[in-house]
């Protein structure tokens, strides 16, 4: 039998990177293929976090090389500000070393654990230690460091150190070599990640080369940078009793009063006065003597106290219009919606929730495509255990226009996009693949998705009347000539003008021009029931002269522009002479969709 001196014999201290060296699945390297994609992942999230923090429209490269059938090469090189030389090692071979870990503001990472994990995966692997060049200014030669982490210590053990001449002013790469299965055709791939982060960072340019040299470009859609998100205080709803009485002990400040003033958000001099006396405590009682006891009755005075949400600079959405654009960009649907929700607060935790939806067009799955984010990054794996998945599931998606089976995601031609902003984002686990299930965002989520799915339904809706009234209109076209024919003939009148009665028949607008000589008229209807804001071209060659009394006409280059805005029944008559002719067959109109224009051609540029 053992006794209790020998069971304290083995007793010893492990590091946080002896730990995750032996509980690597925990940090998301749980097979082979998914640990490139993590690599990737880590490497691009840093790049974009220290890009956007230093004001750079980011530059990311991306190549990953098979070196045998079992080790690749993963290569990340960013345009950033670059990295301090003493700040080097410990940023790359020092686990829960970083700048974000106390900032209560958003960003892609915070625990300092992502790209040292990949160091330590990938020689745990290959054996091989990390390489990295840095370079902070053109007028310093760029370092390069190859390093591995000591495990017990949790420190870098630098292999060698080297100035070099690098072609990039300044900017960051990372080199790692490790065992990995690069895969393709499939959601869960290294391309797959990087396109659904091009979509939500609209402002980055990424260069993504795969081991058979095939390039993929996702280009810059946005020359504009988000808002860098602000740091804040901690909000005393968000408190729990273990951190309140570590930030008590250790507070500058000398008495309870301008402790809570000082130290967390929303609280002024009568809220802190106010809470205090519910508390049952002193406003000159020095912080650091403060009791358990008496700091459970101080953190239910908080719960008792409505404070005022924190503040929401601290976080940096993607935009509803960015979103909208970057799914016109990648996807090429015949609609596209997006939406920003107003933030909201969760156990003290500022968020925001955004969606988009794109249908039809190029899209060909007829399953829908669910893109899932959180603070900007994708959530490539744990689709069915994420709470923004069932919020997807929960909204009654036959009511907007698509398919759907019970508590089920919806089916058709469409992509809904989901994205959760926050300083405290509740993933599932530490690998950062779902969100938790917190009531907050999870109705936040649905009412966002219901506001899409509404603006779904009503293009849905009057995409079925078009058809129907193009269908009416046909008939109508080969009708009408025959009849409007004979009826000139037994009359012995001239023929009438048969495309503008179907286009009043069927409420269009409708324009035509009537040339005599070096004269030309056009003359524009609107039939429809809705005031119309247009634009009519015309392209001559040779000389234009117009009415100098029109001021709604505009001449450039040979082309006349005329913005016109015209009630239903209205009629509008602009005329102009050339000496040359007319290019252009038709009238050219903007503004107006092509299914309820009559006469015309349709500019898509308004």
């Known amino acids: 039998m053992i006794d209790a001196e020998e069971f304290a014999k083995k007793q010893k201290e492990i590091s946080i990177a002896e730990f995750f060296e032996k509980n690597k699945h925990i940090l998301g390297y749980s097979n082979p293929s998914k640990a490139i994609i993590t690599c990737v992942r880590e490497g691009v999230d840093n790049s974009l976090d220290a890009c956007e923090e230093a004001g750079i429209l980011p530059d990311i490269f991306v190549k990953i090389d098979k070196i045998d059938s079992r080790f690749y090469r993963v290569t990340v090189e960013d345009n950033g500000p670059g990295i301090v030389e003493e700040q080097i090692p410990k940023v790359f071979g020092k686990l829960l070393y970083g700048s974000r870990f106390h900032a209560i503001r958003q960003s892609r990472g915070q625990q300092g654990i992502g790209i040292s994990a990949a160091v330590l995966y990938s020689q745990l692997t290959s054996g091989k230690p990390a390489k990295i060049i840095s370079r902070i ?49 499939r959601k869960q791939s290294v391309y797959e990640y990087l396109r659904e982060t091009s979509v939500v960072n ?13 390039i993929h470009e996702f280009p810059r859609v946005s020359e504009e940078l988000p808002p860098i998100p602000k740091e804040v205080k901690p909000h005393p709803h968000g408190i729990e009793l273990g951190q309140l009485m570590s930030m008590l002990k250790t507070t500058k400040a000398k008495d309870l009063k301008s402790f809570l003033k000082q130290e967390f958000v929303r609280v002024g001099e009568k809220t802190a006065l106010s809470v205090i006396e519910k508390a049952g405590l002193k406003p000159d009682t020095k912080p650091s003597s403060l009791s358990r006891e008496e700091a459970v009755s101080l953190l239910e005075a908080f719960m008792q106290t409505d404070f ?133 965002i999870f109705e936040e989520v649905r009412l966002a998705l219901q506001e899409c799915g509404r603006k779904l339904k009503e293009y849905l809706e009057r995409k079925e009347r078009l058809v129907k009234k193009k269908k009416k209109e046909d008939v109508l076209k080969r009708v009408l000539p025959l009849l409007a024919k004979k009826l000139s003939e037994i009359l012995e009148e001239e023929e009438v003008d048969c495309d503008m009665i179907v286009a009043k028949i069927v409420g269009n607008l409708y324009i035509k021009r009537i040339v005599n000589k070096n004269i030309a008229k056009i003359i524009v209807y609107n039939f429809t029931s809705a005031n119309k804001k247009l634009k009519v071209y015309e392209v001559c060659r040779g000389k234009i002269i117009v009415d100098g009394k029109d001021n709604n006409v505009k001449l450039d280059n040979n082309t006349l522009l005329w913005e016109l805005q015209l009630k239903p029944g209205e009629v509008a008559e602009l005329e102009y002479s050339f000496k040359g002719e007319i290019v252009n067959k038709k009238p050219i109109v903007s503004g107006v969709e092509a299914e309820e224009l009559s006469g015309g051609e349709v500019f898509a540029i308004i």
């Not at 060698?160 to 690069?182: C, K, M, P, Q």
């Not at 609209?202 to 095939?214: L, N, Q, R, S, W």
């Not at 009654?396 to 959760?420: C, F, M, T």
């Open 137 to 185: 200014s053109p007028e310093k030669k760029a370092v390069k460091f190859e390093l591995y982490i000591n495990t017990r210590k949790n420190e870098p053990e630098i292999v060698s150190r080297e100035e070099i001449d690098w072609y990039l002013s300044r900017g960051t790469r990372i080199e790692l070599e490790l065992a990995g299965n690069y895969v393709r055709e």
């Open 202 to 214: 609209p402002h980055a340019k990424i260069t993504f080369v795969e081991p058979d040299g095939t």
């Open 308 to 440: 005022l949400p924190p503040p929401t600079d601290c976080l940096s959405p993607i935009g509803d219009k960015n979103i909208a654009k970057s799914l016109q960009e990648e996807f090429k649907p015949e609609f596209v919606y997006a939406t920003t929700r107003k933030p909201k607060v969760y156990s003290g935790h500022p968020f925001l929730v955004e969606a988009g939806i794109a249908y039809g067009g190029e899209i060909q799955e007829d399953r829908i495509t669910l893109l899932r984010y959180a603070n900007k990054i994708p959530l490539l794996y744990q689709q069915s255990g994420c709470a923004l998945t069932r919020a997807v599931e929960s909204v009654k998606w036959k009511n907007y226009g698509l398919q759907q089976s019970r508590d089920e995601l919806p089916h058709g031609k469409a992509v809904i996009l989901v994205h959760v902003a926050s300083t405290n984002i509740p993933y599932t686990s530490e690998s950062k693949e779902a969100v938790a299930q917190v009531p907050e």
